[in-house]
Structure formats: C-alpha cells, structure tokens
C-alpha cells in the first residue's frame, strides 16, 4: 500500500478499487511499451471504492492537486461521482464527463470487460493455464450456475475468490489483442 506521502510524489495517480485492476493496468502498460514508474504515475489500489473520498479529498484539487485519473465497476459509478464532485471536480457529472476527467467505469467490472474482449475460448485458456480447467467445469456443473451463460460463469469462477481474481487480471490482460482492448482499461491509461 502506498503512503499519501509517497503517492504526492507521483505525477500523476490513478485511483482503482483493487489490487487485480492494479495488476490488469501494469499488464497493459507493459504491453504498451510504458514505464509508469519512470512517467511518474503511480497506480494505487484503494481497497474498495467506498476510499475514493478519502483519497479525493486527500490527493484532489482541494488536497496536494495531484493529476489524478481512476477506474471503477459500473455498480460504484454513482459512489466515484458523489465523491468527485464532493472533491470539486464538478457538480452533475455524466459518465462523459467524468471520462474527460479521466475516471472511467466498466461495465459491470474489469473481469467482464477482459471476458467480453477475450471471448470465452481464450479466457477458458488462461484458466487452463493456470490449472484451473477442472475446477471450472465442476463449477459449471454446480445447479445454480448450471446452463448460465459461459461469460458469467467464468466471471463468477474468476471472482470466487480475491487470489484468483488477481492471480488472473494480469493474465488475461496479456493474452488480449491489443486492438481489442476494453475502452475503460485503455482509456484510464491512455489518460495518463
């Protein structure tokens, strides 16, 4: 975890709800031939989305004016838009808006995003890779995600637990075609 102090030091910092949006950022800065270390941005896992005030209030316009930028799932958008504009962002703030901003919301969250764009084939081979191939399909038997689409089920497979969910973020980010990226993930870091 970054200090406050040490994260007024970057140029920039980009808020993400956890440690697997972390991850899935730095994957695709490496794919993209980016250093954020060196560029001075530093990506911060919050620890939920219910930290973003503290953060805003801490590192925003009214704090240090450090350059910040974000990401969240769709269901803490109205969370990350009361806290911006609490923070003296703006006030009405459209998801457009806030995107010019550079806060950007997935679509449910980060995995569906990275399922969407991978389609399940490949996102079943990354889980494949990992030895998780069984587990999955045992999962797929289970009556309550039984004949459930195959894109919720690896996105409740891959949420099952935290580990699995990081141990995946960076993973699938490298097996993405770059063409192919999910708009809030290459808009949040191309952003910065």
């Not at 040490?6 to 956890?18: D, I, K, Q």
């Not at 996102?123 to 289970?142: H, M, N, S, W, Y």
Request: proline residues 3%; contains cysteine.
């Amino acid at each position: 975890m970054h200090s406050f102090h040490e994260m007024s030091l970057a140029r920039t910092v980009v808020l993400v709800e956890g440690t697997s949006d972390q991850l899935a950022l730095a994957a695709l800065a490496k794919r993209r031939d980016r250093d954020l270390d060196a560029e001075g941005i530093s990506v911060v896992a919050m620890g939920g989305a219910q930290a973003i005030g503290a953060f805003l209030s801490v590192l925003g316009p009214r704090g240090l004016g450090v350059e910040l930028a974000g990401l969240c799932d769709a269901a803490e958008e109205g969370h990350f838009r009361r806290a911006l504009e609490q923070a003296g962002f703006g006030s009405n703030l459209t998801r457009s808006r806030m995107e010019s901003l550079g806060f950007y919301v997935c679509v449910a969250d980060l995995e569906d995003e990275l399922i969407r764009s991978l389609g399940v084939a490949a996102v079943e081979g990354v889980i494949d890779a990992q030895g998780d191939l069984g587990p999955f399909r045992t999962f797929q038997k289970q009556p309550a995600w039984r004949g459930r689409p195959a894109e919720e089920q690896l996105r409740r497979f891959i949420g099952t637990h935290s580990g699995r969910k990081i141990q995946s973020a960076a993973l699938l980010v490298d097996a993405l075609d770059l063409a192919r990226v999910p708009r809030p993930l290459d808009g949040v870091l191309a952003h910065v």
